[in-house]
């Protein structure tokens, strides 16, 4: 789609559709203008030769290199141009190299041979001249110097380890020691510690004969007979022609086999090539088996504990024991919907080599599958540019062929800052994707890359490193600075509004109010790198957005993405990112394809989860920002069942799950028949079954009926099956009728998603393409369709992941959980405990939003593909903001029992005492066995445990007093971004509390529990020795909410200057409040007046 580098804005609904000329702005500049003074490989001036003019390497193209680099391309490199590929020609003044042919024009006996700069050799190739002369692997003589010349050096690059071997008799005045041996195997398996040379012309020389003797067996040469060699190439190649007709095929199992595989000797069963792509690892029954025995002892030791606190009330405390008894059973509830779906925990392991085998043959087009690569942003100031530049730069880089990848960021604030930073970032991005290609550096974010304090030179053995690494620094820090410079311009913003640099209004300025925005930056318009290589495209999307429209925030953001990238490029994979989150590992996309491409289960996954990983957070993990026990623990469960649920961001998506089509079912072996029964038999067993076969056909009629129509469709035909009584006219407008409800009216995106395997449909102009693709994101095109509904991200919450997810295991898919070892994707989280309770409460009232819906897991999609444990896990992730108001009220208790000096539980007997001992001990015990086959540390389960205290009685609560009011009263809450890493130093903003009536409710449940405790002690002290023993039940239950509210007590107590004082008076003030009024109101105080008792004391 060749826009001219310009930018596209357009309403199909206004009939608007501009190019726009921002050429300073929008464009990509190609190729350099050639100077013929600086060389583009290492940067120093190029000389000028004898005859006055300017060192020219390749007279093909002219591409300026200086004369050293020149040399060092002819000796260690490939011996071609960077640029046109070109062999390069031996130059006056260089010295001869391997494959030089005789030039006849020049005499340069002097340097041809380069005998003045041998000792000038660097260091590896010294040592390499070395080894060969005293390991003999080269075969031949050393010169007088003591250095290989390049005859020699040519016969080391062949392969010693290959015997000689000629087709005549052996020579008596060939030495024993240039025949033939056979290595012994313990020689066989060691590796060279210095690897010679190897040319690509070295194929080229050819050697003089070498007889054998032919009396002698061949196998004392390590080799058969010369027919065996033939017969060896041709199965190869046999081979290799099999494997390249390796079709996709599903659960068959060994049925489907072609004739020419079952009668061939010579075709292996287990082929490299043909195995699975991956592979489950269950966690070991050592570990296990003894977890799900706790877990079914822990069910028992509940049920005794609540036979027993049921059995036996507080009399004297009735409301308080009835309280803790709602609220155990709640905690009980809540346990055993998150206790379950971790009952069959997997691993997974991933195969790169073998992906490589099957679908990247040597010499062909590599026929891995295309991806679309989405990034979402909205506010440039929340989230900075230069975060969205290193992930789109690590998009850019990653390790997958160019051709194959497009990535799409979408600025859903229409905000010019975020254009032309995408458009510096383009722009840098023709230097840093060949050096990160070139070097195979990880990460590919030079953000994080240069911030790396490890030692950079590990693994690299190319002399050019260290000075291309510098240079590159240098460039990114110019970058960074350029950046900077835009954000710092972008505060002030003009009255009139932002325009371009050719003069034109910026069609962004007002935010809410806008046509469509399409930018190509790099891909088809001809923009390559440094060295003459092409790079992935990166496009620039931004939807149509006017007054009166519901835009449906991020997921209507990601819809619109999903179209837009359909009309483009078309892959039928995708994967989304946050504009914070990079790709940590080059090698995430083949990861996700080996899974994705299984001949044999790919076909039903519909994403590859990864986890989510974080930089710049603490070490000891305050708020819990990692998230490890789910991460870690949990979502292992989920993959054993039906697959993860979908996080929101480092996921990779099959197109068509996200079309709302069914997932491909197993088609059923046909039925067994038996010949050895009598045929009268047959007839009536056939007639019952003729009878029932009715009956149940009836039935399944009336149930397709009432089922919804979302059954795949692969072509307009299918659609037409089943229509009768309507004329041809009606026949052929009724399929586009059914696919435009759906999809909405664009007939090339409707045919784009009939494409199964991706592509852009055949016969399509770039005009066409830019006017769908303008009409595909106005903000009426999914006005009376099912986008948001059945199609794409589904609306209805503001953590339409989880939605999105659980619709699509609804039809039938499943999920797969991926984790490398190298973390696939990183990024930065909230770290201040504002930003983090405020993240906390919108994935909550997400939550809420969901349980109150239709599409709560409580009650839809029966009957589908969705597995009881995977229902479980759902309804799990939705219910659980209602422990928020059992959990406060559990945590208000101690306070009240040490105010009053009554407690929830009556006097403890030995039956009790053992029943509270085991109770705790399986809750330990359960613990330590989720850390040992989860692989968390005992830090990140206590850190999970205290942060779920801390949000579930502030940001839960809050989260279903907004979900209720949303729901019941209209009420609705603005989304808030929350913000990313910024450059303040590392855990500058640890401390920072920020106002926000989050902070009340936990604050408050601290301070009358400290106050309990001081009053309970105070009271045992005035009381005597006897009244301590009581004291310890109340004060353990204090404790036990004051150590998980620490987190937060350390916070304020770091930083007491940046604690908003109204926090502090509120907390105060609601406490003094609670503990006065519950002076003044003592349900638990006799009212019946003075009580006359007998002093005991005998008067007479």
């Given at each position: ?999 009340i409710p936990p604050l408050t449940l601290l301070i009358i529990n400290i106050i309990g405790v001081i009053v309970g002690i105070s009271d045992a002290i005035s009381n005597g020795y006897e009244s301590w023993g009581p004291l310890f039940g109340r004060l353990f239950f204090a404790i036990w909410v004051i150590l998980h509210l620490y987190p937060f007590l350390k916070g304020m107590m770091g930083r007491q200057s940046n604690v908003p004082t109204i926090i502090i008076v509120w907390s105060i003030l ?31």
């Open positions: 789609m060749d826009t001219k580098g310009r930018l596209v804005a357009g309403s199909h609904n206004r009939n608007e559709f501009v190019l726009i000329n921002a050429d300073e702005v929008g464009r990509v500049t190609s190729v350099k203008e050639l100077s013929g003074q600086i060389c583009q490989i290492c940067g120093d001036e190029i000389e000028i030769t004898v005859d006055g003019e300017p060192f020219v390497a390749c007279n093909e193209c002219a591409f300026p290199i200086c004369r050293p680099c020149y040399e060092y391309e002819r000796r260690e490199g490939n011996q071609s141009c960077p640029q046109c590929k070109t062999r390069y020609k031996r130059i006056k003044g260089s010295p001869r190299v391997d494959g030089d042919e005789d030039e006849e024009e020049f005499d340069d006996l002097d340097n041809e041979f380069d005998l003045a700069n041998y000792p000038r050799r660097d260091p590896h190739s010294v040592a390499e001249a070395v080894l060969s002369s005293r390991l003999n692997i080269g075969r031949g003589t050393s010169n007088a110097s003591g250095f290989a010349t390049p005859s020699e050096v040519d016969a080391a690059a062949l392969n010693p380890e290959i015997p000689l071997l000629t087709y005549g008799q052996e020579d008596d005045g060939i030495s024993a020691d240039k025949h033939a041996l056979i290595i012994p195997p313990f020689m066989n398996r060691a590796k060279r510690i210095h690897p010679m040379p190897f040319s690509d012309t070295a194929s080229s020389v050819s050697l003089p004969p070498r007889p054998m003797d032919p009396k002698k067996d061949l196998a004392v040469y390590g080799y058969g007979t010369v027919a065996w060699k033939d017969r060896m190439e041709e199965w190869r190649k046999r081979q290799n022609d099999k494997l390249q007709m390796v079709k996709h095929q599903g659960d068959g199992g060994g049925s489907g086999h072609n004739d020419g595989d079952v009668d061939d000797p010579d075709m292996p069963k287990m082929d490299e090539g043909r195995q699975p792509l991956s592979r489950k690892l269950p966690i070991s029954s050592s570990k296990i088996n003894p977890y799900r025995m706790v877990i079914l002892l822990r069910m028992v030791i509940l049920g005794l504990f609540f036979h027993y606190r049921i059995l036996h009330p507080v009399k004297d405390a009735y409301a308080l024991w009835l309280t803790s008894i709602i609220c155990e059973i709640w905690f009980a509830v809540s346990w055993i919907f998150d206790q379950f779906p971790k009952w069959f925990p997997i691993e997974r392991e991933t195969y790169l080599d073998r992906l490589s085998l099957r679908y990247e043959k040597e010499g062909k087009p590599s026929e891995l599958a295309p991806i679309d690569v989405y990034v979402s942003t909205v506010d440039p100031l929340k989230e900075p540019p230069l975060i969205t530049a290193n992930t789109v730069l690590s998009i850019l880089a990653v390790d997958y062929p160019v051709d194959k990848v497009a990535c799409y960021v979408s600025d859903d604030g229409a905000a010019m800052l975020t254009f032309e930073a995408l458009s510096e970032t383009s722009e840098f991005a023709r230097k840093w994707v060949p050096f990160c290609k070139k070097f195979n550096i990880e990460p590919r974010a030079p953000e994080w890359y240069f911030a790396e304090k490890v030692d950079y030179l590990k693994d690299k053995v190319h002399p050019s490193f260290v000075r291309e690494r510098r240079a590159m620094k240098r460039e990114y820090e110019e970058f960074k600075i350029r950046i900077n410079g835009l954000v710092t311009m972008a505060q002030k913003v003009p009255e009139e509004g932002w325009t371009m640099q050719d003069g034109t209004p910026w069609p962004g300025n007002d935010v809410r109010d806008h046509p469509g925005m399409i930018q190509v930056f790099l891909g088809n318009n001809g923009v390559h790198d440094m060295e003459g290589n092409e790079l992935p495209k990166l496009v620039y999307v931004s939807r149509e957005k006017r007054p009166g429209f519901d835009h449906h925030k991020k997921a209507g953001a990601m819809n619109a993405l999903i179209r837009v990238s359909a009309v483009i490029s078309n892959a039928p994979y995708m994967l989304n990112v946050d504009c914070d989150h990079y790709i940590n590992n080059s090698k995430a996309l083949r990861e996700s394809m080996c899974f994705m491409m299984d001949p044999t289960s790919g076909k039903k996954i519909c994403y590859v989860q990864f986890p989510q990983r974080f930089d710049g957070i603490d070490r000891h993990d305050r708020y819990s920002n990692r998230n490890v026990v789910f991460f870690d623990i949990n979502m292992k469960g989920l993959d054993g069942i039906q697959g993860p649920i979908y996080v929101g961001t480092g996921c990779v998506f099959r197109r068509q799950a996200l079309y709302g089509y069914d997932a491909p079912t197993k088609k059923k072996p046909p039925g067994k028949t038996c010949n050895c029964l009598p045929k009268w038999f047959c007839c009536f067993c056939n007639s019952r079954k003729k009878k029932s076969k009715g009956k149940s056909k009836e039935k399944s009629k009336k149930s397709k009926k009432a089922k919804e129509t979302s059954t795949q469709i692969h072509a307009l035909e299918n659609i037409e099956e089943g229509i009768e009584g309507i004329d041809n006219e009606k026949s052929s407008l009724m399929p586009q009728i059914k696919f435009e409800k759906k999809f909405g009216q664009s007939p090339v995106f409707i045919a784009s998603t009939l494409l199964e395997d991706g592509g852009v449909p055949p016969g399509a102009t770039s005009a066409s393409l830019l006017k769908e693709a303008i009409h595909v994101i106005s903000c009426g095109y999914e006005d009376k369709t099912e986008w948001g509904k059945e199609v794409g991200w589904i609306y209805g919450s503001v953590t339409e992941d989880i939605l999105t997810g659980f619709k699509m295991h609804c039809h039938g898919w499943r999920s797969v959980y991926c984790i490398p070892k190298r973390p696939a994707f990183k990024g930065s989280a909230p770290i201040n405990l504002s930003d983090r309770l405020h993240q906390v409460l919108r994935w909550a009232l997400g939550s809420v939003e969901i349980l109150l819906s239709r599409h709560c897991p409580i009650w839809y999609g029966y009957g589908c593909g969705l597995k009881p444990l995977e229902r479980f896990s759902y309804i799990n992730s939705v219910v659980y903001p209602l422990t928020s108001v059992p959990l406060v009220a559990y945590c208000t208790l101690p306070a009240v029992c040490l105010l009053t000096g009554k407690f929830i539980v009556p006097e403890i007997s030995n039956y009790a005492s053992i029943l509270f001992m085991l109770m705790f001990l399986s809750i330990a015990v359960t613990s330590i066995l989720e850390i040992q086959w989860g692989g968390v540390g005992i830090d990140d389960l206590w850190r999970n445990e205290q942060f779920w205290v801390i949000g579930g009685v502030s940001s839960h609560l809050f989260a279903l007093f907004q979900g209720l009011l949303k729901v019941l009263a209209g009420v609705n809450t603005a989304f808030t971004v929350t913000s990313k890493g910024g450059d303040e130093g590392d855990f500058a903003e640890l401390y920072l509390f920020k106002w926000t009536t989050l902070l609601l406490a003094s409040i609670f503990s006065l009024l519950w002076v003044r109101v003592n349900p638990f105080l006799d009212r019946g007046g003075i009580v006359l008792e007998v002093c005991g004391l005998d008067c007479d």
